[in-house]
């Protein structure tokens, strides 16, 4: 018999992992902050990287400089965001998993894993890639302004979570 997703977010909220996460007060906001600050510093970086293929900043400095700066710290915080994440969920599965914001968030989320790959890859096998060409910098531009609509959707849909219910209570 297969479950649905409200089947699987009232289970997941009836476990004892869950239960505790329900009921330790200071779980749930503890686990947010962290979250909201990991969130913080991932935009940072990939703002700064796409400022800089903007021509925004650094002009003076190579994109491959900014990309060796601030992209390791995107992959770790996203391992924080990824298990910060979960716990959340885990804490108030209903709130999440059923939600139409957490689903495009998630979606968002994934597009924005993509552009920053298409955005970073190149680099690592030509530093100077986003800069040898007119076209290759206006592509790093546009793929640029993507990535940054597309991390603020991820904030918005993130905090628009909060005011939509779901849970059918």
Known sequence: MALSLHDFAHWLADTPLSLTIQNVSWIIPT?????????????????M??????????????????VHRFLPLIWWTLIV????GSILIIGEPARS?????FQFKMCMLILAIIV?????????????YWE??????????????VSMLVWVSIIFA???????NTTGD
């Open 31 to 47: 686990v947010q902050t962290i979250h909201i600050l990991s969130i913080a510093l991932v935009i940072s970086s990939v703002f």
């Open 49 to 66: 990287m796409d400022l800089r293929l903007l021509g925004v900043i650094g002009r003076g400095q190579p994109t491959a400089a900014y």
């Open 81 to 84: 965001l990824l298990i910060s």
């Open 97 to 101: 998993l059923m939600n139409p914001a």
């Open 116 to 128: 920053t790959l298409t955005l970073h890859r190149p680099v690592g096998r030509d530093p100077a």
């Open 132 to 145: 040898l060409t007119p076209g290759r910098v206006q592509t790093g531009k546009i793929i640029a302004v």
């Open 158 to 164: 993130g905090r628009w979570i909060a005011y939509m």
